[in-house]
């Protein structure tokens, strides 16, 4: 069965502070992608990553940055220096091979404190 | 380029009451999709449409739930009658095929939907 579990509901971190959102999936695929979402206050999802189960290599984009280790099926998402503006709910999502739709955690409330 | 909008952004009904979302997906994205995200819960599956056709409509709740496509340009969602557990925040989200699978998708600010 297909599943995503983020396990922390809700996060608070002063700024400056490093943060990292976990992610663990479960599928019984081989290929499989992987994506990060992030949801302001403004409601829309924004797509944040997207990765392919056959590229472990970790991923740096500014101040945010991936783990993806599929030894432990994680792929957890770390924000260095964080600032009141990476306020919002962050969703980790899996989408398999063998069809289109997304399975998605539930979100991570992550809220910055100036 | 316009991203993916849905109308009204939010909706407050009654019980037994009819509701139609509409979605429009970014212009020329064959995909569209429709998920539902119930408060605190995961945001969950509820159809795909490939241009104007049913793909997967798996994940749709009941027969109180009629999607369609017409045209496979905007697509709408309609909850008739409505009940309380229809409540929670509807995304719709639209992408283009991918060879190999694993494409993006992009989501819409959703419809925030209250039913009383």
């Known amino acids: 069965a297909q599943k995503v579990t983020q396990a922390q509901t809700e996060i608070s971190v002063v700024e400056k502070e490093d943060v990292t959102l976990d992610c663990v999936y479960e599928?019984?695929?081989?290929?499989?992608?992987l994506f990060w979402y992030k949801q302001p206050p403004s409601g829309e999802l924004v797509f944040l990553i997207r990765?392919?189960?056959?590229?472990?290599q970790n991923e740096i984009s500014g101040r945010y940055s991936w783990n993806f280790q599929k030894s432990t099926s994680s792929f957890n998402f770390t924000i260095t220096a964080s600032q009141v503006v990476d306020s919002a709910v962050y969703f980790c999502?899996?989408?398999?091979?063998?069809?289109?739709?997304?399975?998605f955690g539930t979100g991570t409330s992550l809220t910055v404190i100036p | 380029e316009a991203g993916v909008t849905q109308f009204p952004s939010h909706s407050v009904i009654e019980k037994g009451q009819t509701v139609t979302l509409r979605c429009d997906p970014i212009?020329?994205?064959?995909?569209l999709y429709w998920y539902r995200r119930v408060m605190g819960k995961e945001i969950k599956f509820l159809l795909h449409?490939?241009?104007?056709?049913?793909?997967?409509e798996s994940g749709m709740p009941n027969n109180r739930f009629l999607a369609e496509r017409t045209g496979g340009t905007y697509s709408t969602l309609k909850v008739q009658p409505a009940e309380l557990e229809d409540s929670g925040v509807y995304f719709c989200?639209?992408?283009?095929?991918?060879?190999?699978?694993?494409?993006?998708?992009?989501f819409g600010p959703g419809t925030r939907l209250l039913v009383l």
């Open positions: 999502a899996l989408s398999e091979i063998t069809g289109n739709q997304f399975y």
């Open positions: 989200a639209s992408s283009q095929p991918r060879t190999g699978g694993g494409e993006t998708q992009y």
């Open positions: 990765r392919n189960s056959f590229d472990e």
């Open positions: 599928t019984r695929d081989t290929t499989y992608y």
């Open positions: 212009s020329g994205h064959d995909n």
């Open positions: 449409f490939v241009k104007e056709s049913k793909q997967d």
